[in-house]
C-alpha cells in the first residue's frame, strides 16, 4: 500500500471519527470499518463494524459484511475496476461515509438497536 493512502486512511479517520484498518494480500483486500452510531442519550458511543472485501481478480466485485461481529449477513455490489488496494481504499471511503449516514438515519443495520 502506498503511503500516501495510509496518510488517507488516518485523515479520514480524524475527520470522521472512524476506525479504518486495511489488509493487503496477495489474493485479497480487507478494509474494516468501525463506524461511530450517532449519540442518543447514552454515555457509551456505540460502533458498527463493517467489512469490504474484495482483491484484484475480483473484477470490481465487493462482498460487504455488514455485522461480521454477530451476523454473516452479506451484500455484494461492484465498483468498477480496481487493480491495487489503494484504489480499493479510495472507492471504499465515500461508501463509509454513506453508511454511515444511513446508520445516523436508522436506515443501516446495527447491533446498536437489533439485536436482543
Not at 470490481?60 to 455488514?66: D, F
Not at 451476523?71 to 461515509?97: C, H, N, Q
Request: one cysteine or more.
Amino acid at each position: 500500500m502506498e503511503e500516501k493512502t495510509l496518510e488517507l486512511l488516518k485523515k479520514f479517520e480524524q475527520d470522521h471519527e472512524i476506525y479504518v484498518s486495511a489488509t493487503d494480500k496477495l489474493t485479497y483486500w480487507i478494509i474494516y470499518a468501525r463506524i461511530p452510531k450517532s449519540r442518543t442519550q447514552d454515555v457509551h458511543h456505540l460502533h458498527i463494524g463493517k467489512k469490504y472485501i474484495s482483491g484484484p481478480n475480483e473484477e470490481g466485485n465487493v462482498l460487504i459484511l455488514t455485522d461480521p461481529e454477530n451476523s454473516d449477513i452479506y451484500e455484494v455490489e461492484s465498483w468498477g475496476e480496481m487493480e491495487t488496494i489503494d484504489r480499493f481504499v479510495e472507492k471504499a471511503l465515500p461508501v463509509i461515509l454513506s453508511d454511515k449516514d444511513a446508520i445516523d438515519n436508522e436506515q443501516g443495520e446495527g447491533c446498536g438497536t437489533s439485536c436482543g
